[in-house]
């Protein structure tokens, strides 16, 4: 869980009581609706609990730095106290930053304000942008507001995103295909700037350990998971254990490494020496948390990680080809990949039929490509996400779409996706610099994918 740093800011000589009020109000909103472990000053700590001045900030980041926060929400409880809220900035510039102002009472019965939230979040927003720290900012609520929730899950899950993102670390099981220059990546740049690392895993490793395993009780396990789940009858015992043990030594790589996921050389060695292709166990991989890209696609990698943590880790994404546009419908195109889907995506009332690869089936035999698994996806809207490294900078393309059906039986893992103008995507796919794979998530995740860009500081390319 993420753990959240919260900094109740109050101004003498604004009303204290009203202040404390907001903070405990803020708080209790927080814990009961947006899913992360809230650290703030108590009463033992500071006045109240609430941060007034530079000692009040001195001990609110020894606090945090003790907890080890991973992200920062600022709140002007009253006017706010500018100066002790930028030492805490400061002190944390390195992770996500929100900042929001409170909603005003009623006048004193003198005519007085107990509070003036809005002109003090401006003092704090104006030295934070001195400071060039980036930051997020939401309004101006009453703590138990719908938009103020909706606002800090939003930020949680993008700050969350952020955290796994930042110094992630990508496995590469082999080198790209020599044909697909357009997965090669810049290594020392995503050092620089994401402090992130590519970790080898040779082919030779693999077919070693592949090779050498003997019986293991897990790949049984593993078989029989398949075996329960997918339509197995057009691929033999030998290709199902390969299968089984390519997963479990994945698998096993990814957990001892700690890897957010594997761009995997999908062909043609795997087929030629281990004797199967790997899309069903990357969709399986998928399933289990370990992003799986094809192709060694290590940003692409990167992209399906962003997508799952911001869902809170509750959906998967299908790694997917940008294809055809429909025959008929307009506006309409079709996401696909040779099976690699996570079977939590099969359209209902359907059972995943495991084939032989669609298109390297003939070139490399039957016998020695079976391992894809070939399915309709599920409805919904969905939100597709692409990462690129262009011009010396990052930036991830973001569009949104819904699902289309079709009732014909079609080859790999598939769905047609409807978006607001097909034109404007293609051409910005290829003006912008974004290759042919992409990350496809159902649900809405345009805004918070948006805020993720702002915080790594990646330009967000929305279409």
């Given at each position: 869980m993420l753990?959240?740093?919260?900094?109740?800011?109050?101004?003498?000589?604004?009303?204290?009581?009203?202040?404390?009020?907001?903070?405990?109000?803020?708080?209790?909103?927080?814990?009961?609706?947006?899913?992360?472990?809230l650290i703030c000053p108590d009463e033992a700590?500071?006045?109240?609990?609430?941060?007034?001045?530079?000692?009040?900030?001195?001990?609110?980041?020894?606090?945090?730095?003790?907890?080890?926060?991973?992200?920062?929400?600022?709140?002007?409880?009253?006017?706010?106290?500018?100066?002790?809220?930028?030492?805490?900035?400061?002190?944390?510039?390195?992770?996500?930053?929100?900042?929001?102002?409170?909603k005003e009472g009623p006048f004193t019965s003198d005519g007085n304000r107990r509070s003036d939230s809005f002109c003090g979040t401006i003092s704090t927003a104006a030295g934070l942008n001195r400071r060039n720290i980036i930051f997020d900012f939401s309004g101006i609520f009453f703590p138990e507001e719908e938009e103020f929730i909706e606002a800090v899950t939003r930020f949680i899950n993008s700050s969350a995103a952020y955290k796994g993102f930042m110094g992630a670390k990508v496995g590469t099981v082999g080198p790209r295909p020599a044909p697909f220059e357009t997965c090669a990546v810049n290594e020392v740049k995503m050092i620089q700037d994401f402090r992130q690392k590519i970790v080898p895993i040779t082919l030779l490793k693999l077919y070693s350990?592949?090779?050498?395993?003997g019986q293991i009780k897990e790949v049984e396990d593993i078989a029989g998971q398949i075996e329960?789940?997918?339509?197995?009858?057009?691929?033999?015992?030998?290709?199902?254990?390969?299968?089984?043990?390519?997963?479990?030594?994945?698998?096993?790589?990814?957990?001892?490494l700690g890897l957010a996921g594997l761009g995997i050389q999908c062909w043609t060695a795997m087929q030629e020496e281990i004797g199967v292709s790997p899309c069903l166990v990357m969709g399986?991989?998928?399933?289990?948390?370990?992003?799986?890209?094809?192709?060694?696609?290590?940003?692409?990698?990167?992209?399906?990680?962003?997508?799952?943590?911001?869902?809170?880790?509750?959906?998967?994404?299908?790694?997917?080809?940008?294809?055809?546009a429909h025959q008929e419908k307009e506006n309409t195109f079709f996401a696909w990949h040779?099976?690699?889907?996570?079977i939590s995506l099969c359209r209902e009332g359907a059972r995943p039929l495991v084939e032989?690869?669609?298109?390297?089936?003939?070139?490399?035999?039957?016998?020695k490509s079976g391992g894809t698994a070939e399915f309709e996806l599920k409805e919904g809207d969905v939100t597709l996400c692409r990462l690129a490294e262009t011009g010396g900078g990052f930036k991830m393309l973001i569009a949104k779409g819904r699902t289309i059906s079709d009732s014909r039986k079609l080859r790999g893992s598939w769905k047609w996706i409807e978006v607001e103008d097909l034109d404007l995507l293609y051409r910005t796919i290829i003006e912008e610099g974004f290759i042919h794979h992409a990350s496809m998530i159902f649900g809405d995740q345009t805004r918070e994918a948006k805020l993720f860009c702002k915080l790594a500081g990646i330009e967000a390319v929305e279409i």
């Open positions: 753990k959240l740093g919260f900094v109740p800011s109050h101004r003498v000589p604004f009303d204290m009581d009203w202040a404390k009020d907001m903070r405990d109000r803020t708080i209790r909103s927080i814990r009961e609706n947006c899913g992360a472990e700590l500071t006045k109240k609990g609430l941060v007034s001045d530079e000692q009040d900030a001195k001990k609110t980041i020894a606090l945090f730095k003790k907890n080890d926060i991973d992200a920062l929400i600022i709140g002007t409880m009253t006017f706010g106290e500018e100066l002790p809220n930028l030492i805490i900035a400061e002190a944390f510039s390195n992770i996500p930053i929100h900042l929001f102002g409170t350990d592949i090779k050498g395993s329960n789940d997918y339509d197995l009858t057009k691929i033999d015992k030998k290709s199902l254990l390969n299968m089984a043990r390519l997963e479990y030594f994945l698998e096993k790589y990814a957990k001892d399986r991989l998928t399933d289990k948390g370990i992003m799986c890209a094809c192709e060694v696609d290590v940003h692409g990698v990167l992209t399906m990680a962003v997508q799952y943590n911001l869902s809170e880790k509750k959906e998967v994404p299908h790694f997917i080809d940008w294809t055809i040779c099976g690699n889907a996570p032989s690869h669609s298109v390297l089936g003939e070139m490399l035999g039957t016998d």
